[in-house]
């Protein structure tokens, strides 16, 4: 705690050259879309029509927006004018895997069009968000083979260094099939409809058991070779990401299922399909509340240390964020109290989280302290400074 009070307190430089903005931007940047992102779509699950809290909701999808907008303008113009740099990223084995929080990000806007953009949009919203979620699956599918492939083939990598920052790439497919889930009701083509249910769950299928193996590689790690360096902290939180959209993911099918009872070729499964989904759905989120009780231990063991501020800070969020969804609709699905007064605890949590993470954030950017690209780094340089720098 000591060490967030020493970041608030160092007084503020000046921004960066707009040029050494661009050449040093990271697609980790794109992690601040998801946690704002989220934020907005779990204050919508507790707002009324036309309250003050459905007001900031939309607010924060519209300031998110913004974000994204912003971070891709960048990014673009960084592979306009800096190429050479900028390829380097395929090869670093840490940076590499923050391109699966592109599309990511992008699932939150996509999301927030039924949740905002319906009433001021109508039926527009829809085809945007629809659009949208074709190119998010496709960009979910391309982080999901291809930076796989390039760890297997252009990058070194260690047992001892591995980080919950694997299943990023991964995760971006399952994030991609909850927003096909989302979108498909409000489709009016039913073909459309079971096509979007069906394919959604190939998408979580190309996503989830991958993860999960992974997650059991990562608990291996922990278990021989202990906690990832301070710096690393948040990487720790990572692992509630993909067990939290998982299960939210299995809710959403449980209720989207009905969409395929009209096809004679599917209705035989469709009530299959809705059982599977309540039940995966139960187990994933048992699995979660376990990594999450395990993630706030091992953050207090790090909080004795000092946590230093950098930019995998935002790793706290939409994992965290992902994991109250699937609370807030175990809530509605089973109207238990308490799992309605869980999601509202996990709610003030993450809020309390982003304040501090978007206040710190908005003070490194604006010093230049946060852009910073480790690719750009010789291997011999890549040092605890670096490493510090790093998420």
Not at 69 to 82: K, Q
Request: charged letters at 5%; glycine letters at 8%.
């Amino acid at each position: 705690m000591s060490q967030i009070i020493k970041n608030l307190n160092k007084p503020l430089t000046h921004l960066t050259s707009f040029q050494e903005v661009v050449r040093f931007f990271t697609p980790n940047w794109f992690a601040v879309t998801m946690g704002t992102g989220v934020l907005g779509l779990i204050l919508a699950q507790v707002a009324s029509p036309d309250s003050l809290i459905l007001t900031l909701a939309r607010t924060l999808w519209v300031i998110n927006i913004g974000f994204f907008t912003l971070f891709t303008l960048l990014y673009v113009s960084r592979w306009i004018l800096f190429p050479q740099e900028a390829t380097k990223i395929f090869s670093h084995p840490q940076m590499s895997m923050f391109l699966g929080t592109i599309p990511m990000g992008l699932a939150t806007i996509i999301n927030g069009f039924i949740s905002f953009g319906l009433p001021i949009l109508g039926n527009a919203a829809v085809d945007i968000a629809y659009q949208l979620w074709r190119v998010d699956a496709f960009l979910a599918i391309a982080c999901g083979v291809g930076l796989p492939l390039f760890m297997f083939t252009r990058q070194s990598h260690q047992l001892s260094s591995m980080t919950g920052l694997w299943l990023l790439p991964v995760v971006a497919a399952e994030v991609a099939a909850a927003s096909g889930w989302i979108i498909a009701p409000y489709v009016t083509d039913p073909a459309q409809q079971q096509m979007m249910v069906i394919f959604s769950m190939v998408l979580w299928a190309f996503s989830v058991p991958v993860a999960l193996s992974l997650l059991a590689i990562l608990l291996l790690r922990m278990a021989l070779h202990k906690l990832p360096p301070v710096a690393l902290s948040a990487t720790t939180w990572l692992a509630l990401g993909p067990i939290g959209t998982g299960s939210l993911g299995m809710f959403l099918l449980s209720q989207q299922s009905r969409l395929l009872a009209s096809n004679p070729i599917f209705e035989p499964f469709s009530h299959v399909m809705t059982g599977f989904g309540w039940i995966m759905g139960i187990l994933l989120w048992g699995f979660g509340a376990w990594w999450l009780l395990l993630a706030l231990g091992v953050t207090c063991h790090y909080l004795r240390q000092g946590i230093p501020f950098n930019l995998g800070w935002w790793g706290y969020t939409f994992p965290l964020g992902v994991f109250t969804l699937a609370t807030f609709k175990l809530a509605q699905l089973t109207t238990f109290l308490f799992f309605s007064a869980l999601a509202i605890v996990l709610l003030i949590l993450l809020s309390g989280i982003w304040i501090l993470v978007m206040a710190l954030t908005l003070r490194g950017a604006w010093s230049g302290k946060l852009f910073f690209a480790p690719c750009l780094q010789e291997s011999k340089t890549f040092n605890k400074e670096t490493e510090g720098k790093l998420f």
